[in-house]
T-cell receptor, first 112, second 113 residues
Framework: AQSVTQLDSQVPVFEEAPVELRCNYSSSVSVYLFWYVQYPNQGLQLLLKYLSGSTLVKGINGFEAEFNKSQTSFHLRKPSVHISDTAEYFCAVRESADGLTFGKGTHLIIQP | SAVISQKPSRDICQRGTSLTIQCQVDSQVTMMFWYRQQPGQSLTLIATANQGSEATYESGFVIDKFPISRPNLTFSTLTVSNMSPEDSSIYLC??????????FGEGSRLTVL
């Protein structure tokens, strides 16, 4: 069975600084990988996805993630964060026709 | 993308009652998923609903507590039965589109007193 580990429950970052949110997964088969963002009191929005091909994936709002198969990781990065990036970020994995398995989430806190 | 509408968006219910949440999608989809997000927690898959067959429930979730209907390819309902305060959560409907990504509704925020 697949599982997702988000190593940091909370990440405080100063505005305009870079950030990396870590995600590791375990699965015995090929997977699809996703990052979703949830702004306060809102639903989930897809940031980016890895399905196949290039291991560096670019998403919305300046975010990108790199799939590393040997390390079973899919870390999310942004070179310069903005106050509006304050949100909960969820890493998720999907095998074949199954639903998504989510990590516990990382709360990104942007400090002015 | 997909337009997914959920009703109600929020509700406050009494212990022991049941609530049915509706999910309407703007086009036909094969698989629909129901998730629960407890306060301050991540999302947990409740069940997968395919049209024309029984829903498939994840470990820890049973049909008697969370009956699901899937009468056609654009609609599904999830009922939370005999509610207790522990059922207070956001319940989200999602569908698969295109290249395998899931799209989510805005969620139904349930508070049980």
């Amino acid at each position: 069975a697949q599982s997702v580990t988000q190593l940091d429950s909370q990440v405080p970052v100063f505005e305009e600084a870079p950030v990396e949110l870590r995600c590791n997964y375990s699965s015995s088969v090929s997977v699809y990988l996703f990052w979703y963002v949830q702004y306060p009191n809102q639903g989930l929005q897809l940031l980016l996805k890895y399905l196949s091909g290039s291991t560096l994936v670019k998403g919305i709002n300046g975010f990108e993630a790199e799939f590393n198969k040997s390390q079973t990781s899919f870390h999310l990065r942004k070179p310069s964060v903005h106050i509006s990036d304050t949100a909960e970020y969820f890493c998720a994995v999907r095998e074949s026709a199954d639903g998504l398995t989510f990590g516990k989430g990382t709360h990104l806190i942007i400090q002015p | 993308s997909a337009v997914i509408s959920q009703k109600p968006s929020r509700d406050i219910c009494q212990r022991g009652t049941s609530l049915t949440i509706q999910c309407q999608v703007d086009s036909q989809v094969t698989m629909m998923f129901w998730y629960r997000q407890q306060p301050g927690q991540s999302l947990t898959l409740i069940a997968t609903a395919n049209q024309g067959s029984e829903a498939t429930y994840e470990s820890g979730f049973v049909i008697d507590k969370f009956p699901i209907s899937r009468p056609n390819l654009t609609f599904s309902t999830l009922t939370v039965s005999n509610m207790s305060p522990e059922d207070s959560s956001i319940y989200l409907c999602s569908v698969v589109r295109g290249t395998g990504e899931l799209f989510f509704g805005e969620g139904s925020r349930l508070t049980v007193l």
